[in-house]
Each structure stands twice: as C-alpha cells, then as structure tokens.
C-alpha cells in the first residue's frame, strides 16, 4: 500500500470528503435567492399595475359622481323630468366606485409590505441558508490546523473516514515533543511535586547525556480507573496498573533538546530544595535532619541517574533481542 507522508503548512487542505449533498443545499438556496429577486421585480410590477388600478377606479368614480351631480340639477330644474330610481341607482354606482378605490389602494399596500418586508425577510433567509450550506461545504475540506507533517495516511477515493473507526492519517505537530516532555511520577510524590521543581532527564534517543529540565505544570488528577459506557459493569479490581502523576518539564536551558527525537524513551529525576526551610529560624532541630536526609537523597538519585544514563545504551544493545 503506498503510504503519503510529509511536510504541510497551517490551513493547507489535506484532503476533501463527498461533498455532493453539501454542495446541492448551496445551489438551492442560490436558486431560492434568484427566485426571491425574481418576485421582486415582479412586485415592483405590480406597484405600478396597482397605482394604474387606483387611478381607474377614481376615474370611475369621478365619472359615477359628476352624472349624478348632472342628474339631481335637471331633477331640481324639473322635478319629475328624472326618475327617482335612476337617482338611486347613480347614488349606489358612486358608492360602489368608493369601494373599488379602497379595494385598489389596499392591494397596494399589500404589494409595497410585500417589498419592504416579506420579499427582504425571504431573501435574508436564503442568504443565511446558503451561508450555513457554504459552512457545511467547507467542512468537507479538511485542513491542517497546525504546521508540521502528516504520517501513515492511506487514505484513497471511497475509503470512509470517521473519528472513531477509521481515520485518515496522523498530523505532527512541527513544536511536538521539541519544547517540553510529560514525565510520569509516583502517587507518593504528589504533594511535593512543584511547578519551578529542577529535574533531569536522560533519554535513550540522545545516550550519555544529562539534560537539565524545569517543571512546568503538574497535573491535578491521576488518570486512574476511568471507563466509558458500556455493557458490562466496571469491576474495580480490574484497576491493577496505579496511575502516575503527569508532570510537563521543559529544558532549563535553550536548545538542550536538540538531538533528542520525539517520543523517545527517558527517565527523569526531580528535584527538592530545602536550603530555605533548613536555614530558617523556625525550623527544629529534628525537623532540619528530616530535611537534610531528603536533600541527600535528591543527591542519591542525581547519581543513579547518572549511572543509569551510562548504563541505558549498553542495555539497549547488549540486551535487546532485535
């Protein structure tokens, strides 16, 4: 199986996935936008259509009004010349022409609020479904959220990818185990593991060589006995490995983790310092030799770090089986 690795900068696309539904919701909702415009000048048609409806109908009832102005003079001149029902019916006849009036201007107004605010509303909405389907089109694009360099991707066209079963591959960050290391230590020593604690380490990646290292952060829990959901109860007992306190340790000094390769192997040694405590006047006597003791023992160990720094490669190839 060819296998693709290599180097990729931040936001550089590493590869797409099926995009076809994604980019069917972008398309409706540029055609909902399109049809949306569309009934707008249509609206504004109607605008004027409705503005021509309103001057027919005044017209008509202008007309309607000065007939019957004409009819009840000739009826006042010659009382009898026009007949009473005909009176009547010019009278309904301009009652009828106010209403067309008022049936022409409220559509309008029915036009106009459909400009101003339902065709607007609409478009909005289309907008913002297109701008939510250009999102989820996006995400079909995976990129690399950091510089550094990818490893172990197989990926090919059909292969299905999820973050549970299948991933793609593995993005190294460039700054991945070359500023800090995570060291694991005893349950014992978590009350006196410290940020600002000197420590040392040794790693089998850079053999006969002392690095002096800092703490930086320790962790405020032991990652012990967690369990996610299942079908069987936790037993307890099961819980055999105890768990260490992760502590982070960067380099005391500039540049002291060049030549060490991420994700090597170390043992590493912290450091008390009680020179404070020992000195202080409020210190006693059996509680100063407590803290000289602990103090020779940082000693101690500083030495089996050191022979072990001595011994580890010669274990390592001696000993080794490969």
Known sequence: ????????????????????????????????????????????????????????????????????????????LNPGNVARREIERLQNLVEGRLGGIAAATAAKQAVEARISSLLPAQKASAEAALAQAQVELD??????????????????????????????????????????????????????????????????????TIIPMVVTYVQDFIATGQFRGGEQLVEAQQVTQPGTLLVFLEPLYKGELEGVTPGSSCIANAYSNNHELIASKDTGALRGIALHAVDALALVHALILRLQALVLPFKALVFSSH
């Open 1 to 76: 199986m060819y296998v693709v690795n290599g180097p990729v900068a931040k936001g550089a696309p590493i590869f797409r996935l099926d995009s076809s539904k994604q980019e069917a919701d972008a398309e409706t909702a540029r055609r909902k936008i399109a049809e949306t415009e569309a009934d707008l000048v249509v609206a504004q048609a109607d605008t004027l259509k409705a503005e021509g409806q309103i001057q027919e109908a005044k017209s008509s009832h202008q007309q309607a009004v000065d007939e019957l102005a004409t009819k009840q003079e000739l009826q006042r």
């Open 139 to 208: 995400k079909t694009v995976i990129r690399a959220g950091v510089s550094g360099r990818v490893e172990q991707f197989a990926l090919r066209v059909g292969d299905i990818v999820t973050p549970i079963m299948r991933s793609a591959g593995i993005l190294i960050p460039d700054e991945a185990g070359r500023q800090s290391l995570q060291a694991g230590f005893g349950q014992i020593e978590a009350q006196i593991m410290k940020v600002g604690m000197t420590a040392e380490v040794t790693c089998l990646s850079k053999p006969f």
